[in-house]
């Protein structure tokens, strides 16, 4: 994404984005990465709030010029919202990615505590933790880390892969982080990134995969979480 304005100059004294204002920019970023469009109703899905929360939080951010708003609603990140929003999904990705690799947390929980951390995190610490996952590209749960990555890997979901075709898993949407229980069933049956399944059959009521000598039904909403390529055709 191009960010559409030369960085924003505030005056002095005005109040910078909240802690909830910041998490908009966030959700704004994914879709906007992903070349999704950003609508209101888009966000209200994705943070579960009315209309009329939107519609105050949209106004506020483009008040403090995080955010335009063109005339048929899309929605676009500054440049200063864009390098805000960046450096805030870079520190999110890499905590994650410190809290699996060298603190053994739980997958499911990872994100949660990410989002504890990541406030208060000081650019020093931030610094030396980033260096404990030099090598990493992508977060636990395969997206892409800003700097590190461009691109999200996977081009369908799941839901959407052809029956009788293999496909490997690349990435869980951003959305499933926010679900642990989602999360939870997910690891439990290894639909993590780097598995492997085939699609035995899918309907409106749900895909069952084949995961190794094991099989899985989900819900057509969960599948679509899930997003890989396809290794092998379809018969």
């Known amino acids: 994404m191009n960010p559409q304005h030369p960085r924003a100059r505030r005056k002095p004294g005005d109040a910078?984005?909240?802690e909830k204002m910041r998490e908009y920019l966030e959700v704004i970023y994914y879709l906007s990465a992903r070349q999704e469009p950003v609508i209101a109703a888009r966000l209200a899905e994705w943070m579960h709030v009315s209309a009329p929360t939107v519609?105050?939080?949209?106004a506020r951010l483009v008040a403090l010029e995080l955010i335009d708003r063109d005339p048929r609603g899309e929605i676009r990140l500054t440049a200063e919202g864009y390098t805000l929003a960046e450096t805030m999904v870079r520190r999110h990705r890499i905590l994650e990615?410190?809290?699996v690799d060298v603190m053994g947390l739980p997958w499911e929980h990872i994100h949660e505590e990410a989002v504890r951390l990541e406030h208060a995190l000081s650019?020093?610490?931030?610094?030396r933790i980033a260096a404990l996952v030099a090598t990493a590209t992508t977060c636990p749960h395969?997206?892409?880390i800003p700097g590190r990555s461009t691109?999200?890997?996977g081009v369908l979901r799941l839901s959407e892969a052809p029956v009788g075709s293999t496909v490997a898993v690349r990435r869980i949407a951003e959305e499933a982080e926010e679900d642990t229980e989602v999360l939870r069933h997910f690891q439990s049956h290894a639909l993590v990134p780097g598995a492997t399944v085939q699609i035995l059959q899918a309907s409106s009521v749900g895909i069952t995969l084949q995961r190794?000598?094991?099989s899985i039904t989900l819900s057509p909403q969960a599948a679509a979480y899930l997003w890989g390529d396809v290794i092998t055709p379809a018969p």
Not at 55 to 58: A, E, M, P, R, Y
Not at 123 to 127: D, I, V, W, Y
């Open 16 to 18: 910078g984005p909240t």
């Open 55 to 58: 519609t105050n939080i949209v």
């Open 97 to 99: 990615r410190f809290l």
């Open 123 to 127: 650019p020093a610490l931030e610094e």
């Open 142 to 144: 395969g997206n892409p």
């Open 151 to 153: 691109g999200y890997p």
């Open 212 to 214: 190794e000598q094991s």
